[in-house]
């Protein structure tokens, strides 16, 4: 669109160059110094040729004034349609965020139990309560932040 309203802005500045030297020329001819080889008729049919000139120096104006407002508004439509990509994009980023928020606490609960240390209740019996402990946090914390985003309308 915008290539389009280039090459039209150019069309219409090349029309008005090109009717401005014919406009001098029939002012020329037509003017108050009597050239002998224009007679009375010809001088009558220049006159309707100016006056055509003229409106078309007009509707080229009123050509160039439209292709201004059809660029303001082409601007105004792509600047809206980047302001809504980007909202999109801020929403995704957004629960991609609340995602690895969610996960982040679990991989670091994981990442500890998972070291070769001593960790609470491993000398204990029963060893499955201890495991059912710790994946009842991991789901109480999964819970917790998942109720949280979809409070904030994250999720």
């Known amino acids: 669109m915008a290539l389009t309203i280039a090459i039209a802005r150019k069309t219409i500045t090349e029309l008005r160059t090109t009717l401005l030297s014919k406009k001098e020329i029939i002012l020329s001819l037509i003017g108050e110094t009597p ?89 204990a019996e029963p060893l499955w309560l201890w495991f059912y402990v710790i994946v009842g946090a991991f789901a109480l914390i999964s819970i917790a932040m998942i109720m949280l985003f979809r409070y904030l309308e994250w999720l």
């Open 35 to 123: 050239i002998n080889f224009v007679s009375v008729q010809m001088r009558a049919y220049l006159r309707d040729v100016h006056d055509h000139v003229i409106l078309l120096q007009q509707k080229l104006e009123l050509a160039a004034e439209t292709l201004n407002t059809l660029q303001g508004v082409h601007l105004g439509m792509v600047s809206l349609e980047v302001a809504v990509g980007a909202n999109e994009m801020n929403h995704i980023i957004k629960r991609f965020s609340a995602v690895a928020t969610i996960v982040l606490p679990l991989t670091l609960v994981a990442g500890l139990f998972g070291m070769n240390v001593e960790v609470p209740g491993q000398f």
